[in-house]
């Protein structure tokens, strides 16, 4: 396993000798747009708005909307490089002709995705906006070839990607009677991406190639200390938690999908990134994100722990002396997701989003925003390493996670950054 000094060393090592021999003003410039000159690109941000409005319509689990974001950020990439080129492209290898419209492409490569996969909210949200932007773009030669090879790498991958097994048929039966440490469903709904670990990952080999050890035994210490911690600072009745506390487990219990596709779109308008930017930044950080979940939902339902709200009810047949249990306890957080508890799906994904930003911009300093779909306050980072942290401790603030599930999905989540950065998204050598 990599240390915490190597990990970051390897993100930002290049930025070293990029600074050296650069001017102040050269070095705003790598900042804004990763060495990209164009102006700054709508159409990327433009389109992640669509798909977001199209996914919010069609009230899915978070489970899908990282994977079908990932299946959108990865055509509108692989378009713009078929027109743009300058980097690899991941999966749909194309070449536009001369002079294509990059951003018509982008708009024929989201709708096509998003039509396939989002086929209720096409003649409502998508094709309203497909006609908008197209409107935008003067007719002739080059509008209509971007659009061809738009919609032909949106075909080819929703072709390579149709046996991926995304959302194929699957489920979880608890056990009856309940087993101490084994997860029993949180709402009478059915446990959701239970499918996720049978996918087939966009850049991982497997689901299970970053697979973690599992939570601590029953009888053990850790066990008993994580346990108490959260029953303590993630009780609704908590008097240890502080209202900090309190405001950021409420912030990071928001809709997870539409905060992090918000908090995504402004790092690329505020960075005035260019189409070339826009469209690889978009596609490196979704292809991570749903790698992770892949692997996190893996570990999920192959471990299949109990939540707090289980656990902490039922403390008293754990057999830990340590642990006492709570038949009334309650989480600060009322709505526990409804899978299993280990690891984290937040510390699986988002401290991604520092990770691959240093990456993006070759510095560890990242200056990252997240917003607030509810009125909490936008919260910024500086680094990625105080992201991690907080996104960590605000899973036990909230009560609905274990410590030790919060640091082996925040594993998980730098291997899998590590793993999707060090194979895409480089340089073209042609």
Known sequence: ??????????????????????????????????????????????????????????????????????????????????VEGGYEPFLVDEDAPDGASAEAAVAAAARGVLNHYLPAQSASIVEPAYVAALAAIPDGKAESDGVAIGADVASQLIALRADDRFRAPATYTPPNPPVPGVFLPTAPTPPFGVYLGDMEPFALHSADQFRPDGPPDLRSRRWARDYNEVKDIGSSTSTTRTDAQTLAARFWAEAPVQQARGSFRNF?????????????????????????????????????????????????????????GDPSWSPLLPATPNHPEYPSAHSCITPAGGWVIARFLHTSRIDFTVPSLTGLGDRTFEYPSELTDEVRSARVWGGIHFRFSLEDGADISKRVTLWVLRHHFHRSHH
């Not at 930017?277 to 893996?298: K, N, P």
């Open 1 to 82: 396993m990599r240390s915490k000094t190597s990990w970051t060393a390897w993100l930002i090592a290049p930025v070293l000798v990029t600074m050296a021999v650069m001017g102040p003003a050269d070095s705003a410039t790598a900042h804004r747009g990763h060495g990209e000159t164009g102006p700054p690109d709508a159409s990327v941000a433009n389109w992640d708005a669509v798909g977001t409005q199209a996914f919010t319509a069609a009230a899915l689990s978070p489970a899908e909307g990282h994977t079908i974001f990932a299946y959108v950020a990865i055509a509108v990439y692989d378009s713009v490089m078929a």
């Open 268 to 324: 690329v308008v505020e960075r005035e990134l260019d189409v070339v930017g826009a469209a690889r930044f978009m596609a490196m950080i979704s292809v991570t994100y749903a790698d992770a979940l892949m692997a996190c939902f893996d570990a999920k339902y192959d471990y299949a722990f109990w939540r707090p709200i289980t656990a902490i009810r039922a403390g008293d047949t754990d057999g830990n002396r340590r642990t006492v």
